[in-house]
Structures are given as structure tokens and as C-alpha cells.
């Protein structure tokens, strides 16, 4: 068991849609690139900016296309609270559904269901215990990065991709989200901060003080400048300087990002007194 672990204190998730239905409501799929081409296929498919949008029996799904930015994906969670995770069967856990499995944490979204795409392939194939092998090791990824997995729904394709849904808690009234704090406007934030490791985001390397990154938090994103060298699997507390200020509030999650890539995750935390 890492530190990353215990970086992030659980916070409340918003309120979700009760039911599935809900229009005010939309469910972003996320990991592998196929998420882009499954939400094509469905009836009455459009494009909103980087992402593809249909209505399929009542749920409202987008997903973004290959090279979208990470921080855009983190901004439709923010708003959403509500993802679909996506895996290629004939491709496996690849890293980026462990990248997006920390994306979806730190954006406070509940991932409601995984959809194996492709699944059908292998099981003609009769590699059926793969398939299962493939299941387990998402399921751990998810409870490594505190997603509850009990009661949701491990779906093989070509199956419908609502059934990804079907044992959603969306479907029960949620408990009214805990208030959030009062978020002032900051150029400069204390952060808890842990830098991933190559093994966690692939290209991770160190990076030199005042080197500019960017930092994503409640769905804003600035410059960030962090006073000190940045080494991967560090896990400590920096003061860094944020361009232009952002909105924030002790307790939010973030993410510092480069090169289209999550970096470090961290807690906004309380200033110190003077």
C-alpha cells in the first residue's frame, strides 16, 4: 500500500441525479480511446467541442475524443459527478484507465459501471478467464483509488452500453451534498501534494523549481509555480503561486498536469496563520 493512498481526506460527492433518466444529468466515459467510438454509434451522435454527445433510451452520455485535454475531461467530471469507465478487452488495463480512475477522484465524480469493449472478441477466442482476470484487476484499481465498487456493473461488450448503468446507486435518491467551504480568490495556495511516479503516469520525471505546470482545482485551471524541485514519489506540503488566482477552499482536490498528463494529485489546504 502507497502514500497516495492517504493524500486526499474522503470529501463528500455532490448530490447526483436520481435516476438515470435525468436529463440535468450526463454520464462521462472515460479510459480507453474506444469510449470516443461507442458513444459515436449511438443515434443522433453530435460533437460539443472536443467531446462526442448522445442521447441513448433516456441517459445522456459524452465522451472525449483521443488527445482531448486532460483538464477538460476533469472539468465535464466536475460537472457531471458521474462516469462510465471504459476498457478495451483485447488491449487490458492499459495506463491510462489507471490515469483516469485518479482523474475521475480528484474531480469528486462517482465512477458508476465499467464497460469492457470488444469483450466478444475474447470470448470467442476462449479466453474467458482473461476476460475475468481483466475484471479483477480494474476492480483493484478502482479500490486503490477509493472508488466503491460494490453493486457496480462490470459489463462485457457488444452488450448495450446503458447496461453499464444497471447497478448504478444513481437509481436511489442521494443524501443532500455536504456544504462546501467558502472559496476565496488565491494567488497563492498551501497544497498537499503527491508526485507520481512513472509506474502511476508514464513520462514523470523531475521537474526544477519555478518551472511552470499547470493546476487544475473546482473546475478552473491556472498556471502553477512550485518553489522547489519536484521529484517523482514525493508526498509533502508546498506553497506555490498560482497564475492568475484561482477560487479555492480548504479541502478541495486538484491535479498539476503537463504535457497533456496527470503529474501529482493534491488537497488544498488551510493557510497558515499569521
Avoid at 448522445?54 to 477538460?72: I, K, V, Y
Avoid at 458508476?112 to 484499481?141: C, K, T, W
Amino acid at each position: 500500500m502507497t502514500r497516495i493512498q492517504y493524500l486526499v481526506p474522503a470529501l463528500a460527492l455532490g448530490a447526483l441525479a436520481t435516476a438515470t433518466g435525468s436529463s440535468a444529468s450526463e454520464v462521462v466515459l472515460i479510459g480507453d480511446p474506444v469510449r470516443f467510438e461507442l458513444v459515436q454509434k449511438l443515434a443522433g451522435a453530435k460533437m460539443q467541442g472536443a467531446f462526442a454527445v448522445a442521447h441513448a433510451n433516456g441517459a445522456r452520455f459524452s465522451a472525449p475524443r483521443r488527445g482531448a485535454a486532460l483538464t477538460a475531461i476533469a472539468d465535464r467530471l466536475y460537472a457531471s459527478r458521474r462516469a462510465v469507465l471504459v476498457v478495451d478487452a483485447t488491449q487490458g488495463p492499459v495506463p491510462i484507465i489507471r490515469e483516469h480512475a485518479l482523474l475521475a477522484r480528484q474531480a469528486s465524480a462517482r465512477i458508476e459501471g465499467v464497460y469492457f469493449a470488444h469483450a466478444g472478441q475474447l470470448m470467442s477466442d476462449g479466453q474467458a478467464d482473461l476476460l475475468q482476470l481483466e475484471h479483477d484487476e480494474v476492480r483493484e484499481v478502482l479500490e486503490f483509488y477509493d472508488h466503491t465498487t460494490a453493486g457496480i456493473s462490470f459489463v462485457n461488450g457488444p452488450a448495450r452500453l446503458q447496461r453499464a448503468l444497471d447497478g448504478s446507486p444513481s437509481r436511489a435518491p442521494q443524501p443532500p451534498a455536504s456544504p462546501s467551504p467558502a472559496r476565496a480568490r488565491a494567488g497563492s495556495l498551501p497544497l498537499l501534494l503527491y508526485f507520481l511516479t512513472p509506474d502511476e503516469s508514464p513520462g514523470t520525471r523531475a521537474h526544477r523549481p519555478r518551472e511552470t505546470l499547470q493546476l487544475w482545482v473546482g473546475g478552473e485551471t491556472r498556471r502553477v509555480i512550485f518553489p522547489s524541485k519536484l521529484v517523482p514519489g514525493d508526498n509533502g506540503e508546498h506553497v506555490v503561486r498560482v497564475v492568475p488566482p484561482v477560487p479555492a477552499a480548504p479541502g478541495d482536490r486538484c491535479f498539476v498536469a503537463h504535457d497533456g498528463h496527470l503529474r501529482g494529485v493534491c488537497a488544498v489546504m488551510e493557510p497558515e496563520a499569521r
